[in-house]
């Protein structure tokens, strides 16, 4: 079997019959792209730090078949219930009827898997797929627009709002010795929608798996979207997510991210404020420890007057985990009244951990507020003694000062079901630093 990287050598564009023409064409340009640029390598800046060739020298392979998601893979303790007015569950790239549920969905509202929905609203797809798909910035995000066969399409109404959250469940679960999914979502909220979606990946599989997705936004005119991206793999787990979202005048996208595990994981962001007073936030926690790395970028462009956004990025390292913050906010020439904050602070378990942290600002424009800092070190000695001289013990002590540093950003997660199952995660996880340290 060939690696990952040897699959693509001689890439050549093969149409297949259950394409349209315009989505033929994307994939065209997308293999020439592929073509030109190639997979990424550490000579580029935002590809200096990441390790890729545990991703490109491993034989991946694609999933065949055109559904794997039998009831009987035990996804429950990730399952929103209660708590959500649809979620739709893939297991291994392929869609899962079985764990699937859609109730009560508002007028309008599209919620499918992709090859459906294009057979049944391929104009809406064709409108805002083109207008919000760029050309593609890297290798990994080209072999996405080639590759894909399966993912989400979901459409809110001009004017709708959702009370209750969406999940979107993507699932790697026992089976091929080392499979390769490319999930692909296409997300659009019409002028004044309303709607929170759970992004969540997770892994109960003991073998190595790749995630290959990228997900595009579009966000209307006062429409409000609110973000939580769930992350949960085993220590064999590699996941590249791009992530391109487009904002426009009064739009809001307020987003809260959660990681743990997993080998190696990429996480892309680009954010264009493109409409008046639009904002943006992001909170994020990793905690990991072992061999696990993570690797956020971020790239930010205020393009229109007034838009503000944050980042606030916490990283908890134990073992030799790795960590990388790299954030960049363009406010581009001419546009008056920005206001940005970025802030990364890391908290280092361990002599072997390792965080990388660059905020950068980029600014071409008058009357603009904008920010940055960044804080890595360990926990403070001076804080464990005072919280000992009121009678806790050191484990204690240690423990309460993680969770306090971890909490500003879990604590902003819904629905509540999800919130308790995280904070419950990152205790576990912090016990065992605690207790790594103490003995």
């Known amino acids: 079997m060939k690696s990952y990287a040897e699959q693509f050598e001689s890439l050549v564009f093969s149409p297949r019959n259950s394409d349209p023409e315009w989505l ?66 893939f297991i291994n790239g392929k869609p899962s009827e079985g764990h699937s549920e859609k109730r009560d969905l508002p007028k309008g509202v599209i919620l499918e898997n992709l090859p459906k929905a294009i057979r049944e609203h391929e104009d809406l797809l064709k409108k805002f797929w083109a207008d919000a798909t760029p050309e593609d910035a890297n290798g990994f995000a080209a072999v996405n627009t080639y590759s894909f066969s399966d993912g989400v399409f979901f459409y809110v109404p001009r004017g709708t709002v959702m009370e209750m959250p969406v999940q979107l469940l993507f699932a790697s679960t026992p089976g091929p010795s080392a499979p390769v999914f490319y999930p692909r979502l296409l997300l659009v909220l019409e002028e004044g929608a309303e709607v929170s979606i759970v992004f969540d990946s997770v892994s ?64 892309e962001t680009h954010l264009d404020l493109d409409g008046d007073r639009s904002a943006c936030s992001m909170r994020d926690l990793s905690v990991l ?44 020439e001419g546009v008056r009244g920005s206001n940005s904050n970025q802030l990364n602070r890391n908290l280092l378990m361990s002599a072997d951990a390792r965080a990388y942290s660059r905020p950068q600002l980029k600014i071409d424009a008058d009357e603009v507020q904008a920010t940055h800092g960044s804080a890595t070190g360990q926990l403070e000695p001076g804080e464990i003694f005072y919280l000992r001289s009121r009678g806790l013990s050191e484990h204690a002590a240690r423990l309460a000062l993680m969770r306090g540093f971890a909490g500003e950003v879990v604590e902003n997660v819904e629905p509540a079901s999800l919130k308790v199952n995280l904070l419950d995660s990152v205790d576990r996880i912090l016990q065992g630093f605690v207790e790594k340290a103490v003995n």
């Open 289 to 332: 420890d072992g061999a696990s790395q993570i690797f956020g970028h971020a790239t930010v462009r205020h393009r229109a007057r007034d838009c503000r956004s944050r980042q606030l990025t916490k990283n908890i390292l134990a073992g030799s985990a790795r960590s990388e913050f790299n954030s960049l906010v363009h406010v581009v």
């Open 24 to 89: 033929s064409g994307m994939r065209e340009r997308s293999c020439e792209r592929f073509r030109a640029v190639g997979f990424p390598t550490r000579k580029w800046e935002g590809w200096k730090y990441i390790p890729l060739e545990f991703v490109l020298k491993k034989e991946f392979e694609p999933i065949a078949g055109e559904d794997s998601g039998g009831a009987e893979d035990d996804l429950t303790p990730f399952l929103l219930s209660k708590e959500t007015s649809a979620r739709l569950v």
């Open 204 to 267: 109960i599989r003991k073998a190595a798996s790749l995630m290959n997705a990228v997900a595009d936004i579009v966000i209307g005119k006062k429409a409000k979207l609110r973000w939580v991206q769930v992350q949960r793999k085993q220590p064999y787990d590699f996941e590249l997510l791009m992530t391109r979202c487009r904002l426009a005048e009064d739009s809001t996208f307020d987003a809260v991210s959660f990681a743990s595990g997993g080998a190696l994981t990429r996480s």
